[in-house]
């Protein structure tokens, strides 16, 4: 089992940036696939990003590809998502969660995040 923690969020205008980290509790960090998810007012949670055990591959979701770096420091059992040219239709409350799914394709993860709330103002 593990638990995630989530930090980093808060206000930003349009075109700025922000840097979420989620800190994982227990020894085994490294046998999770991780993934970055969000979700806005009035709309279901959404894949954002994932990054696998220790060759570090990653998947991102289109809206975000290009913008959005997943990134994992197994040695600090924890996980990143740098967001750059921030938009408005990024806000949401953006979720830590961990998998043991042996792909990063999966859509099932086990463990949440409480979330962290990034609001982009326009």
């Known amino acids: 089992q593990v638990q995630l923690v989530e930090s980093g969020g808060g206000l930003v205008q349009a075109g700025g940036s922000l840097r979420l980290s989620c800190a994982a509790s227990?020894?085994?960090?490294?046998?999770?696939?991780m993934g970055w998810f969000r979700q806005a007012p009035g709309k279901e949670r959404e894949f954002v990003a994932a990054?696998?055990?220790?060759?570090?591959?990653?998947r991102y979701a289109d809206s975000v590809k290009g913008r959005f770096t997943i990134s994992r420091d197994n040695a600090k059992n924890t996980v990143y998502l740098q967001m750059n040219v921030l938009k408005p239709e990024d806000t949401a409350v953006y979720y830590c969660?961990?998998?043991?799914?042996?792909?990063?394709?999966?859509?099932?993860?086990?463990?949440w995040g409480q979330g962290t709330q990034v609001t982009v103002s326009s």
């Open positions: 227990g020894r085994t960090f490294e046998s999770y696939i």
């Open positions: 969660a961990a998998t043991r799914s042996i792909t990063i394709a999966t859509t099932v993860y086990n463990y």
């Open positions: 990054i696998s055990r220790s060759n570090f591959g990653t």
